[in-house]
Each structure stands twice: as structure tokens, then as C-alpha cells.
């Protein structure tokens, strides 16, 4: 079943003409000219259709930089008067919301950790009644669809009809090269169930890592999502909060540009749509192979630095042995073909034992590489 939510498009609210539609700006305003030189350097990039900065950060322990506060409104002003970027903040309480509308803030967006108390949404959803402001819905900080959609519909039912989705990724105990798991099949069921609500994704918060945006972004992007929020700040080393997912506006020019704009599928049939979803299953698992193969590997050295210390051989016939046994009889139980489990160790084995030689001959040129019998 579709959600009853009455939705304006995207276009009639803020400038859609480039493509990738692109949010950015500063985790925090940190200081005035912080805030101000980096607005002016996005803008100069022509490719930003709004300036976004958090002035209320809501922290996960207290005494961390919780916001400059009100004050950062009167930047907000005054970059948006000086580059002509329309501006969105982040609203938790009505209060919140009452000071950015007065201060003339273009857009607002709810955070995860509101998103996920109905309380707080409801606050900030009855402050918004009657005003005719755009609002940002990010993904709760929990992997709940329900939470999400609560808090759409709550906004959406106060009379905000130029609504957008956020997703910015869930929290996970397990770990992850992300900061916060993207779990896409929650946003494309969102996609499902909404199909006119604009659906923006965060790489910046998804992944906590400025060298991984890219790739989250092109996955965005070929999910079909209409636009990237992404962290820029003048010099992110600097950063007084977020610092090591903020992107300077150089660099964040790089990352657009080297993105793949595709154009939708038609998304006619059933048939295509249950393949897309298989295709989002495989790509989740194969990015956990991956990571998988990088932890492995990162053992494998440990090993390698050990025997090197300790004079052992790198390679141990038991125990190879022992592996090809194990691993193969327990694929054979899960109906995987042996031949092919057979090959695949064998090439992540040759791997390992190409990385040992390696750290054994970092220092004793072919010694350890003679230890071998054979690999
Ligand atoms: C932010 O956008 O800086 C932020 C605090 O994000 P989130 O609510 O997604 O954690
Ligand atoms: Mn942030």
C-alpha cells in the first residue's frame, strides 16, 4: 500500500537545474568567517543549490561542541545575502524552528536523533503549522522504516507540503567501514511506499570517511535518488566538528564530477522491480566479502610481521591442509559446488602468501621467499 502523503515537487522549492541536485556546507558554523568564506567558495562552483550548517548540534556526549547557537542565524544571513545561497538548518525543538523562520532560514531539516522520538517530531511538526517552509526528514539514528515514515507523515499532516527524505545511514552494532550503515532496502521500501517524495541522500554521515563519498554518492545516484547533502568545510583538518568527513569545496567539485549520472529505469513491471531488489541483496553482500578480504588480509600481515620475528616459515602444508578441509566440507554443507570453493581459497591463500613473502623480504632480500616450497 502507497502512503497518502500530498507532496509538492522538489523544483518548486529549490533549484534543480544541475544535476546532481547538491546540499552543502560546513558540518557546524564554527565561526563567521568560517561559515562565510566557505559559502563563497561553494557557490563559485555552480554546482550548490543551497548552503546547509547546523547551529544546534545534538552530540552523543555532553560537553562535546554542541552548536554555536542562535548567533550563527546572523551568519546564515549574511552568506546567503552575500552569495545568494539558500540556506537550511537543522531544527530539534520549536523554538528551533520560530528563531530559524525569523531569521529568513530557506529550509529545515529534522535530525536522526529527533527523528526517532515521535515527541520531538510532534514539537517540531505543531511549531510548523500554518508556515509555508520546506523540511527535510532525515532517517532515525535506528533502522526502523516506521520511525521514518511517522515522522514524515507528521510533518507532512501540519500542512508541509515541500517535504523531502534524508538518508543518512542507520546505526549498527556490527562493524562496518561506514560510520552509519547505509541499509539501502530501507530507503528504496521509503521509494516504494513514497514514490513522490524526493529522497536525498547523506554520504558525509553515512560514511564518516571523505574518501568513501564518492562511492556512496554513484549508489545513491543509480538508486535513482534525487540529490546528495554533502559536508564541506573550508578546511576540514580543522573542523570542530565531523572533521574527518567534511570536504573542502575543491574537493567536493572532484567528487561530483566524477560522478555517473544514468537515467532511471522504467520502473513498469513488477518483474523489474523484484530485480532490483535481488540486485541491491547482491551488492550488499558483495561489499562484505570485500570488506571481509581487507580485514582478513590485515590478519594476514599481523601473521607475517610474527613468523618474520620469530623465524617460521610462512608456509605450514598442516595447516594449509587443515584450512582446505574445514572451509571446503563446510561449503560443500551450505551447496556450494567444491571445485569452485576449491579455487577460491586457493586464491586468497596465494594472496596471503604474497603479502608474507613480502614483509619477510622487506629486509632480508629473497630469503623468505626460498622457505617456500611451494605457493
Ligand atoms: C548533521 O547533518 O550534521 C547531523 C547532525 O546529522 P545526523 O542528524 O544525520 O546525525
Ligand atoms: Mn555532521
Redesign the pocket.
Known amino acids: 500500500m502507497k502512503l497518502n502523503l500530498n507532496i509538492q515537487p522538489l523544483s518548486s522549492w529549490i533549484k534543480t537545474g544541475s544535476e546532481p541536485l547538491l546540499i552543502a556546507g560546513p ?2 558554523a564554527e565561526t563567521e568567517d568560517q561559515l562565510v568564506a566557505t559559502a563563497h567558495l561553494l557557490a563559485k562552483t555552480g554546482r550548490v543549490s543551497a548552503l ?1 550548517a ?1 547551529i544546534w ?2 552530540r552523543t556526549r555532553p560537553g562535546e561542541f554542541e552548536g554555536i547557537g542562535s548567533i550563527g542565524l546572523e551568519w546564515l544571513k549574511r552568506a546567503k545575502a552575500e552569495t545568494g545561497l539558500p540556506t537550511a538548518v ?1 531544527v530539534a525543538t520549536a523554538k528551533h524552528v520560530e528563531e530559524a523562520l525569523k531569521a529568513g532560514v530557506d529550509i529545515l ?1 529534522v ?4 527523528t526517532v522520538n515521535p515527541f520531538t517530531v510532534q514539537e517540531i511538526a505543531d511549531a510548523l503549522r500554518g508556515v509555508d517552509v520546506p523540511v527535510m526528514v ?1 532517517n532515525p ?1 535506528n533502522p526502523d522504516l516506521s520511525l521514518w515514515i511517522g515522522a514524515l507523515e507528521r510533518i507532512n499532516n501540519a500542512g508541509i507540503t515541500k517535504l523531502a527524505a ?1 538518508h ?1 545511514g542507520f546505526s549498527s552494532h556490527e562493524k562496518s567501514a561506514f560510520r552509519n550503515e547505509p541499509m539501502w532496502d530501507l530507503a528504496i521500501g521509503l521509494k516504494t511506499l513514497a514514490p513522490e517524495l524526493p529522497l536525498i541522500n ?1 554520504p ?2 553515512i560514511t564518516g570517511n571523505r574518501d568513501l563519498i564518492g562511492y556512496i554518492s554513484q549508489k545513491a545516484l543509480d538508486l535513482d535518488m534525487q540529490g546528495l ?1 554533502i ?1 564541506s568545510h573550508i578546511d576540514p583538518s580543522v573542523a570542530w ?2 572533521a574527518k568527513q567534511q570536504v573542502t569545496p575543491d574537493a567536493l567539485v572532484e567528487i561530483i564530477k566524477h560522478l555517473t549520472l544514468r537515467k532511471p529505469e522504467i520502473r513498469n513491471s513488477e518483474v523489474k522491480d523484484k530485480l532490483e531488489e535481488l540486485r541491491n541483496q547482491i551488492d550488499k553482500i558483495d561489499d562484505l566479502v570485500i570488506q571481509k578480504m581487507a580485514e582478513r588480509m590485515k590478519i594476514v600481515e599481523q601473521i607475517g610481521n610474527y613468523k618474520k620475528d620469530n623465524n617460521i616459515t610462512i608456509l605450514q602444508v598442516n595447516r594449509w591442509d587443515e584450512i582446505l578441509n574445514k572451509r571446503t566440507n563446510y561449503a560443500k554443507a551450505l551447496k556450494l559446488n567444491t571445485d569452485f570453493t576449491e579455487k577460491l581459497l586457493e586464491l586468497i591463500h596465494a594472496e596471503s602468501i604474497r603479502k608474507q613473502t613480502e614483509i619477510m623480504n622487506k629486509d632480508e632480500a629473497g630469503q623468505a621467499a626460498d622457505k617456500l616450497t611451494h605457493a
Do not use: F, L, Q, Y
Open positions: 558540518c557546524s546547509r547546523g548540534k545534538p537543522e531539516w535530525g536522526a536523533r529527533s532525515k539514528v534524508i543518512r547523506d558525509s554521515h547533502m559536508e566538528t565531523d
